[in-house]
């Protein structure tokens, strides 16, 4: 069972960024004509080097683009292309071509933005097929198993948890702020690295595991999406 959920990413986070873009790039023109690159490498090295891309890819490529805020929810298990090259690209690097034949597409990486990350582990107890009760009785049984030391998060969540975290011992990753439930991300941020403690959700009874304290990293990038 999945604790986060989907949020909407603020579009102006990167106003200022696109504004400095506009900014920066020049009309004036040389006497001699740009040379419009045709090929696959020179069009990704001609963007790497443009201090405006967004424009050179509209104004001298004259290519169908696109883009896109990112969104990166979790530092693993990404969710598809996009949130993997957000958090593992390099600003201003171009990848690919990626897409079929005849829908081929270049993503240049312009900008990172950071966001905050809980280190969360996590036994699930489904109430649909366990009444409340019972869940509860199970998860005291092992909160205590822990506190008592016979046993380990780690070993009861391979045991008990009824969530897709039970074949990692309960680790779910680093999960960004704002992707979490917010009665689970509350708790987060009143507990201390270590603490064991129980959340309820509609979903059932989640124990969970506060891995390490909360680090900052990239949760947002700017993508520019080129048409080939």
Do not use: C
């Not at 597409?105 to 950071?114: D, Y």
Request: proline content about 5%; charged content about 20%.
């Amino acid at each position: 069972m999945s604790i986060s959920r989907e949020i909407h990413m603020n579009r102006h986070l990167f106003l200022a960024f696109l504004l400095v873009l506009t900014t920066q790039f020049t009309t004036a023109q040389q006497t001699t004509p740009v040379s419009v690159p045709t090929t696959i490498p020179k069009i990704k090295a001609a963007l790497e080097q443009s201090p405006n891309p967004i424009l050179y890819t509209k104004q001298i490529l004259q290519k169908r683009f696109r883009i896109d805020t990112i969104i990166v929810g979790k530092t693993r298990h990404f969710d598809g292309l996009a949130d993997s090259l957000a958090y593992n690209g390099k600003e201003k690097k171009v990848y690919g071509p990626y897409g079929p034949p005849g829908g081929k597409f270049l993503v240049q990486l312009l900008s990172k933005a950071p966001n905050q990350f809980y280190h969360v582990g996590q036994i699930f107890i489904d109430t649909s097929i366990f009444r409340k009760r019972l869940a509860d009785s199970i998860g005291n049984v092992i909160v205590q198993k822990i506190r008592d030391s016979t046993a380990t998060f780690e070993q009861l969540a391979q045991t008990y948890s009824m969530g897709g975290e039970a074949p990692l011992k309960g680790d779910l990753g680093w999960i960004a702020r704002g992707m979490l439930m917010p009665t689970i991300e509350h708790e987060m941020l009143v507990h201390k690295k270590g603490d064991v403690f129980k959340v309820w959700t509609r979903a059932g009874l989640h124990i969970i595991k506060k891995l390490d304290d909360p680090k900052q990293d990239t949760g947002f990038a700017l993508m520019l999406q080129v048409f080939l």
